[in-house]
């Protein structure tokens, strides 16, 4: 009894956080919600949901193909599960796929656009005929339900049972279709797949390790279901099984090891690189599996059979996440690690599928009933006499009532959870732009550069011929916040001598830290294009006498104490020189947010060359007031095309 | 403490509230859901309608229950409105919500709502004072009954203090951190308590009605050898 309760408020709770999350994924779109991007469109909800969820769900055409086509009839216990199984992975990998579509709606297009020469295409309409002769295949066992005593259905039912074998045919043929054609989407990028698992025969690899798989998945769900539902599981037979699988498997080892030997790609693996280390570990767990399966005395012992499963299906699964995630090659700043939304998406579609087998199991027979039970197993949940549930602190309730209240308790407490952990920008559905800045490179330079900006001997060259240096040593910032390779030259010191020496520091340095003389620009304007908070309440807290200093700022008790309505930093701050100053404006409404670093270069530099030009037209040319004079690399007309970034941001 | 204040205002208060309104929904859910099945399995089907409507709007706003006990009625209806008009009409309350969701609604004045912060102190004290003194209350009283009362106060008297920092003998901070905390906390209890009659009070007189009618004229049995023919019992 309480591992049912426990597995199923668990499942429960995933339920719940899934429900918020579909929510927040179809109302705000994927930018918003997922990690995915240009370089990485197809991310966890292809490689789990689809690529890994479809190999999960083989095992229903191979249990199939074994009971129905070869005439194995021994294994027949089986194929009820594995075709519910197989079943519910198609219509998770549906679900899942729904998730993934920019436009949900258009899921159906490929019914009528039929794009003949897309590998695509042929997965699309082979998924949906697969579901549904997958739905087929499993109705009988729901219309042998009572609810469905009525002639009419009794009618279907004989008449879908004469279908079995065509039916199963199929299912064979379709799974046969896709199960390699998800291989063979990777055959257009064989220069992004790493040649470790690349092979022109992929289509071949998939087909063959997702039959493997296919074994594996029966073997643990019917282990899971005797443990769950206290069946005693038929170890004989699952251990004929386990030796099919490791043959097959063995068959996949090989076949992609002699693949990359005949073409001369196994060298890769003694590169040492990351990707190599990925590669014999993802082949060791399929290969420890095989040997482990060897063993008859393993074969037949539920913990054996257990690990040698999962190893498999790690091996396998992972197999899938290398070649369309993990070692997918995507430029260098361009990384992708799915983001939570991602994550507890595919969680909750699994355990939504997992309550819908336990809930069918529960309900229907899926289960041979002249299996034996060890113990009498848990009896319909309304039979059930009253019971006092500690979770819900009620007494004396129906079974039926406490499930209903325990279970919603705990899909409502993941679903509240999932509102927290929604961060503004979901909520908001903006993009989170953030983009911290990088100090300055500073080159002290004569002749020779000295540092790996490959561009800094042109642009110390150009430099130099523009001010006619007369030393030889010269020390210069390279201003390139985002390092992004667009950097302004930017000589300190020249400027220094040229606005007036010491003295004139406070023109450009405004608002310093306390106590500090040479602030970098991007102590406070910490991000390229948004607004940073450089306002410390507690520290004006504490100076200010605590509670007896709210009033100083927050000047009405009343109101609610945000940054608006209280009085601005230059209302106390007036100590600071004002005429010098380049930067003078929006000194009212200052409230402690400092604009975006491009935002406050683009201020104070432009500002003062504007100046220049208008007060000196005899020594400075219009240019000095133009973007290409400082942003040298691009050309003047590249800049003007950058257009300006806004500087409000949410804080 | 900065960074729990911020925590306490952002995912903390998004969990406790998103916990609050689900969680009422689920009762109503559940109750509506029992009802039904009730209802169902009822042996007698026929239920005065009209007594449990009007039963439920004398609950609901128990004017006509002055009568009985008026210092307690009274006391207690004064509580309920100052606990509700307080925290949703409250100006400052009003912003953040504009702030966060775009909706304004019009608000009580600052003068108000510290009369009203300060009458829902005194008479949630009050009543709690009346649950401990009278014998019969204090017998049918759980844990919850004595703790909520206090509980319902600390963020009415810590929003008093935070409106009126110079009379706060402890750190601003400190105080707002323990209004929020205590908020979320109310909220999260909500619907695990009896809190959840804010939600479930409205069906609560059909709830107990349609418990007589399970048996056939079991009900009207009860009633008549309580005397109470023909009224909702």
Same mark, same amino acid.
């Given at each position: 009894m309480t591992r049912e309760k426990v597995?199923? $408020?668990?499942?429960?709770?995933?339920?719940?956080?899934?429900?918020?999350?579909?929510?927040?994924? =179809?109302?705000?779109?994927? +930018?918003?919600?997922?990690?995915?991007?240009?370089?990485?469109?197809?991310?966890?909800?292809?490689? =789990?949901?689809?690529? %890994?969820?479809?190999?999960?769900?083989? +095992? +229903?055409?191979?249990?199939? @193909?074994?009971?129905?086509?070869?005439?194995?009839?021994?294994?027949?216990?089986?194929?009820?599960?594995?075709?519910?199984?197989?079943?519910? +992975?198609? @219509?998770?990998?549906?679900?899942?796929?729904?998730?993934?579509?920019?436009?949900?709606?258009?899921?159906?297009?490929?019914?009528?656009?039929?794009?003949?020469?897309?590998?695509?295409?042929?997965?699309?309409? #082979?998924?949906?005929?697969?579901?549904?002769?997958?739905?087929?295949?499993? #109705?009988?066992?729901?219309?042998?339900? %009572?609810?469905?005593?009525?002639?009419?259905?009794?009618?279907?039912?004989?008449?879908?049972?004469?279908?079995?074998?065509?039916?199963?045919?199929?299912?064979?043929?379709?799974?046969?279709?896709?199960? $390699? $054609?998800?291989? %063979?989407?990777?055959?257009?990028?064989?220069?992004?797949?790493?040649?470790?698992?690349?092979?022109?025969?992929i289509w071949i690899l998939f087909l063959i390790s997702a039959a493997g798989l296919g074994l594996t998945v029966v073997i643990t769900e019917s282990l899971f279901s005797s443990w769950f539902f206290r069946h005693k599981s038929n170890l004989r037979l699952l251990s004929h099984l386990a030796r099919a699988a490791s043959v097959i498997l063995f068959f996949y080892l090989a076949l992609r090891l002699a693949d990359l030997a005949a073409r001369g790609q196994l060298g890769w693996v003694l590169t040492g690189s990351w990707q190599a280390l990925v590669f014999v570990l993802e082949l060791s767990l399929v290969a420890l599996a095989v040997i482990l399966f060897q063993s008859s005395r393993i074969r037949t012992s539920s913990v054996g059979l257990s690990i040698g499963a999962l190893l498999s299906i790690a091996g396998v699964i992972g197999y899938r996440f290398n070649v369309s995630i993990v070692t997918f090659s995507r430029p260098e700043n361009m990384s992708y690690f799915p983001s939570w939304i991602e994550i507890v998406v595919t969680l909750g579609i699994m355990a939504g599928a997992l309550l819908v087998f336990i809930f069918f199991v529960e309900h229907l027979a899926v289960f041979p009933s002249e299996s034996e039970v060890d113990e009498p197993a848990f009896a319909h949940p309304s039979a059930s006499l009253a019971v006092n549930d500690p979770l819900t602190m009620r007494l004396l309730l129906p079974e039926s009532i406490a499930a209903v209240r325990r279970y919603s308790l705990a899909a409502l407490i993941g679903a509240a959870l999932a509102v927290s952990l929604l961060s503004e920008n979901v909520r908001s559905g903006a993009f989170d732009l953030k983009e911290p800045v990088s100090p300055p490179l500073q080159v002290t330079g004569s002749s020779e550069p000295s540092t790996g900006v490959s561009s800094i001997t042109r642009l110390l060259a150009v430099f130099r011929e523009r001010q006619r240096y007369e030393s030889d040593s010269v020390r210069l910032f390279l201003i390139d916040g985002n390092r992004n390779g667009r950097l302004v030259v930017f000589d300190h010191d020249a400027h220094a001598v040229r606005l007036g020496g010491q003295a004139a520091c406070a023109t450009c340095h405004h608002e310093n830290l306390p106590f500090r003389e040479n602030t970098s620009c991007r102590e406070c304007h910490r991000d390229m294009y948004s607004q940073t908070d450089i306002f410390r309440h507690p520290d004006h807290v504490q100076k200010l006498n605590g509670n007896q200093g709210c009033v100083r700022c927050h000047t009405e008790p009343g109101m609610i104490k945000t940054r608006d309505t209280s009085l601005s930093c230059g209302t106390c701050h007036t100590r600071r020189p004002e005429a010098s100053r380049i930067i003078q404006s929006n000194e009212e409404g200052l409230k402690g947010l400092a604009p975006g670093y491009m935002d406050a270069m683009h201020n104070l530099c432009t500002r003062c060359h504007r100046m220049m030009v208008e007060e000196s037209p005899a020594d400075y040319e219009r240019a000095f007031a133009e973007c290409a004079h400082c942003h040298e690399e691009q050309g003047s007309s590249y800049v003007h095309d950058l257009g300006p970034y806004s500087a409000e941001g949410k804080l | 403490m900065e960074s729990l204040l911020h925590f306490a205002r952002g995912p903390g208060f998004l969990f406790a509230f998103a916990f609050m309104v689900l969680g009422l929904l689920r009762h109503l859910f559940l109750m509506i859901w029992q009802i039904a099945r009730t209802y169902i399995r009822a042996g007698d089907k026929s239920l005065p309608y009209s007594a449990i409507a009007i039963s439920s709007l004398e609950w609901m706003f128990p004017i006509r229950k002055l009568r009985d006990q008026p210092v307690f009625s009274l006391t207690s209806i004064i509580f309920h409105l100052a606990v509700i008009i307080v925290p949703v009409f409250l100006l400052g309350h009003i912003e953040l919500w504009q702030r966060g969701i775009g909706l304004a609604w019009p608000g009580i004045s600052n003068s108000l709502a510290d009369v009203l912060t300060v009458v829902a102190i005194v008479t949630g004290l009050a009543l709690l004072l009346q649950r401990i003194t009278a014998r019969a209350t204090r017998s049918l009283s759980r844990f919850q009954d004595y703790a909520l009362p206090l509980l319902i106060t600390i963020p009415f008297a810590t929003g008093y203090l935070m409106m009126h920092p110079a009379i706060n003998p402890f750190p601003y901070t400190l105080t707002f951190l323990t209004h929020l905390v205590s908020a979320n906390l109310l909220f999260i209890l909500v619907p695990l308590t009896k809190l959840s009659h804010m939600a479930l009070l409205p069906g609560s007189q059909l709830v107990s009605e349609l418990g007589w009618h399970w048996p056939r004229d079991a009900g009207s049995r009860v009633a008549a050898s309580l005397g109470k023919e023909g009224a909702p019992v």
């Amino acid at each position: 009894m309480t591992r049912e309760k426990v597995l199923k $408020s668990v499942l429960w709770f995933f339920t719940g956080i899934l429900a918020t999350v579909t929510v927040a994924r =179809f109302l705000k779109g994927l +930018g918003a919600t997922t990690a995915l991007n240009d370089a990485t469109p197809w991310g966890l909800w292809i490689a =789990f949901d689809v690529m %890994s969820g479809v190999a999960l769900a083989a +095992g +229903g055409f191979m249990v199939a @193909a074994t009971v129905y086509i070869f005439g194995r009839k021994e294994y027949t216990p089986f194929a009820r599960p594995a075709i519910l199984t197989a079943f519910l +992975g198609y @219509a998770a990998v549906s679900v899942g796929l729904l998730y993934d579509l920019g436009i949900p709606l258009h899921v159906w297009h490929p019914i009528i656009y039929q794009q003949y020469h897309s590998v695509l295409f042929e997965v699309g309409i #082979c998924v949906m005929l697969y579901l549904t002769v997958l739905f087929l295949e499993f #109705c009988p066992v729901i219309l042998e339900h %009572s609810c469905f005593r009525h002639p009419l259905f009794r009618k279907v039912h004989e008449l879908l049972k004469s279908f079995a074998i065509p039916l199963v045919v199929a299912g064979i043929v379709l799974s046969t279709l896709h199960q $390699s $054609s998800l291989g %063979s989407l990777f055959l257009i990028t064989p220069y992004r797949v790493y040649p470790l698992w690349y092979s022109p025969i992929i289509w071949i690899l998939f087909l063959i390790s997702a039959a493997g798989l296919g074994l594996t998945v029966v073997i643990t769900e019917s282990l899971f279901s005797s443990w769950f539902f206290r069946h005693k599981s038929n170890l004989r037979l699952l251990s004929h099984l386990a030796r099919a699988a490791s043959v097959i498997l063995f068959f996949y080892l090989a076949l992609r090891l002699a693949d990359l030997a005949a073409r001369g790609q196994l060298g890769w693996v003694l590169t040492g690189s990351w990707q190599a280390l990925v590669f014999v570990l993802e082949l060791s767990l399929v290969a420890l599996a095989v040997i482990l399966f060897q063993s008859s005395r393993i074969r037949t012992s539920s913990v054996g059979l257990s690990i040698g499963a999962l190893l498999s299906i790690a091996g396998v699964i992972g197999y899938r996440f290398n070649v369309s995630i993990v070692t997918f090659s995507r430029p260098e700043n361009m990384s992708y690690f799915p983001s939570w939304i991602e994550i507890v998406v595919t969680l909750g579609i699994m355990a939504g599928a997992l309550l819908v087998f336990i809930f069918f199991v529960e309900h229907l027979a899926v289960f041979p009933s002249e299996s034996e039970v060890d113990e009498p197993a848990f009896a319909h949940p309304s039979a059930s006499l009253a019971v006092n549930d500690p979770l819900t602190m009620r007494l004396l309730l129906p079974e039926s009532i406490a499930a209903v209240r325990r279970y919603s308790l705990a899909a409502l407490i993941g679903a509240a959870l999932a509102v927290s952990l929604l961060s503004e920008n979901v909520r908001s559905g903006a993009f989170d732009l953030k983009e911290p800045v990088s100090p300055p490179l500073q080159v002290t330079g004569s002749s020779e550069p000295s540092t790996g900006v490959s561009s800094i001997t042109r642009l110390l060259a150009v430099f130099r011929e523009r001010q006619r240096y007369e030393s030889d040593s010269v020390r210069l910032f390279l201003i390139d916040g985002n390092r992004n390779g667009r950097l302004v030259v930017f000589d300190h010191d020249a400027h220094a001598v040229r606005l007036g020496g010491q003295a004139a520091c406070a023109t450009c340095h405004h608002e310093n830290l306390p106590f500090r003389e040479n602030t970098s620009c991007r102590e406070c304007h910490r991000d390229m294009y948004s607004q940073t908070d450089i306002f410390r309440h507690p520290d004006h807290v504490q100076k200010l006498n605590g509670n007896q200093g709210c009033v100083r700022c927050h000047t009405e008790p009343g109101m609610i104490k945000t940054r608006d309505t209280s009085l601005s930093c230059g209302t106390c701050h007036t100590r600071r020189p004002e005429a010098s100053r380049i930067i003078q404006s929006n000194e009212e409404g200052l409230k402690g947010l400092a604009p975006g670093y491009m935002d406050a270069m683009h201020n104070l530099c432009t500002r003062c060359h504007r100046m220049m030009v208008e007060e000196s037209p005899a020594d400075y040319e219009r240019a000095f007031a133009e973007c290409a004079h400082c942003h040298e690399e691009q050309g003047s007309s590249y800049v003007h095309d950058l257009g300006p970034y806004s500087a409000e941001g949410k804080l | 403490m900065e960074s729990l204040l911020h925590f306490a205002r952002g995912p903390g208060f998004l969990f406790a509230f998103a916990f609050m309104v689900l969680g009422l929904l689920r009762h109503l859910f559940l109750m509506i859901w029992q009802i039904a099945r009730t209802y169902i399995r009822a042996g007698d089907k026929s239920l005065p309608y009209s007594a449990i409507a009007i039963s439920s709007l004398e609950w609901m706003f128990p004017i006509r229950k002055l009568r009985d006990q008026p210092v307690f009625s009274l006391t207690s209806i004064i509580f309920h409105l100052a606990v509700i008009i307080v925290p949703v009409f409250l100006l400052g309350h009003i912003e953040l919500w504009q702030r966060g969701i775009g909706l304004a609604w019009p608000g009580i004045s600052n003068s108000l709502a510290d009369v009203l912060t300060v009458v829902a102190i005194v008479t949630g004290l009050a009543l709690l004072l009346q649950r401990i003194t009278a014998r019969a209350t204090r017998s049918l009283s759980r844990f919850q009954d004595y703790a909520l009362p206090l509980l319902i106060t600390i963020p009415f008297a810590t929003g008093y203090l935070m409106m009126h920092p110079a009379i706060n003998p402890f750190p601003y901070t400190l105080t707002f951190l323990t209004h929020l905390v205590s908020a979320n906390l109310l909220f999260i209890l909500v619907p695990l308590t009896k809190l959840s009659h804010m939600a479930l009070l409205p069906g609560s007189q059909l709830v107990s009605e349609l418990g007589w009618h399970w048996p056939r004229d079991a009900g009207s049995r009860v009633a008549a050898s309580l005397g109470k023919e023909g009224a909702p019992v």
